[in-house]
């Protein structure tokens, strides 16, 4: 079945640090790949999606890229800030049992940006 | 402003009670969901529906109700048969084709005493 692997936290960054959260995947076909970010207190929200291999998703200032031949899908961004402090999910769509169309989500990385 | 809205925040229950988490959505979507969030453990599905009066269960249905009789609300029932309730639900939904992109409630987070 459809699995996602991601990076275990915390991680722990300091403002203006480079952030890198890893994200592997194990899927039949062509799955479209998501990363969801969770502020404290609330539900998630997408962050960006890529829906074919070599597409790059963007959004506030964070980017990944769907690498087919990795089997990857790594969040990146060049400068953190405090507000991006948050957990962050990395998923993948694929098809259920029954036909339908449904999302595996990883464990969770739960990011810190320090001052 | 359209989104997902889910009650109670935080509810306690005693052990051996069914309680009813509320998810109530007004973007039109047919399709809605609803997952367990575990430490650890990320987003499980628990049940989901694609249209109204219709639903299927998810990874981890067992001890869980639900029920679809208007496209706007997706009722979940944790019964007593729920082996370790003690969760943080998400209520999502989704455009009829669904294109991986849910929009998520704030999340109700159950205690069991």
């Known amino acids: 079945g459809n699995s996602v692997t991601q990076m275990e936290g915390p991680v722990t960054l300091s403002e203006e640090a480079f952030l890198t959260i890893n994200c592997t995947y194990t899927?039949?076909?062509?799955?479209?790949l998501f990363w969801y970010v969770q502020y404290p207190g609330e539900g998630l929200q997408l962050l960006l999606k890529?829906?074919?291999?070599?597409d790059k998703g963007s959004n506030k200032g964070f980017e990944a890229t769907y690498r087919k031949e990795t089997t990857s899908f790594h969040l990146e961004k060049g400068s953190v800030q405090v507000s991006d402090s948050a957990v962050y999910f990395c998923a993948l769509s694929g098809v259920s049992n029954f036909g339908n169309e449904k999302l595996t989500f990883g464990t969770g990385t739960r990011l810190t940006i320090i001052p | 402003d359209g989104g997902i809205t889910q009650s109670p925040k935080y509810l306690f229950r005693k052990e051996g009670q069914n309680v009813t988490l509320s998810c109530e959505q007004n973007l039109n979507h047919d399709a809605m969901y609803w997952y367990r969030q575990d430490p650890g453990q990320g987003l499980r599905l628990i049940y989901y529906s694609q249209i109204v009066n219709d639903f299927q269960k998810g990874d981890i249905a067992e001890g869980y109700s639900v029920s679809r009789e208007k496209k706007e609300s997706f009722p979940l029932t944790v019964t007593s048969a729920q082996k370790n309730p003690t969760a943080f639900y998400l209520c999502?939904?989704?455009?009829?084709?669904?294109?991986?992109?849910?929009?998520f409630g704030e999340g109700s987070r159950l205690t069991v005493l």
């Open positions: 899927a039949t076909g062509y799955p479209s």
């Open positions: 999502a939904s989704s455009r009829g084709q669904y294109t991986g992109e849910l929009f």
């Open positions: 890529a829906t074919k291999a070599d």
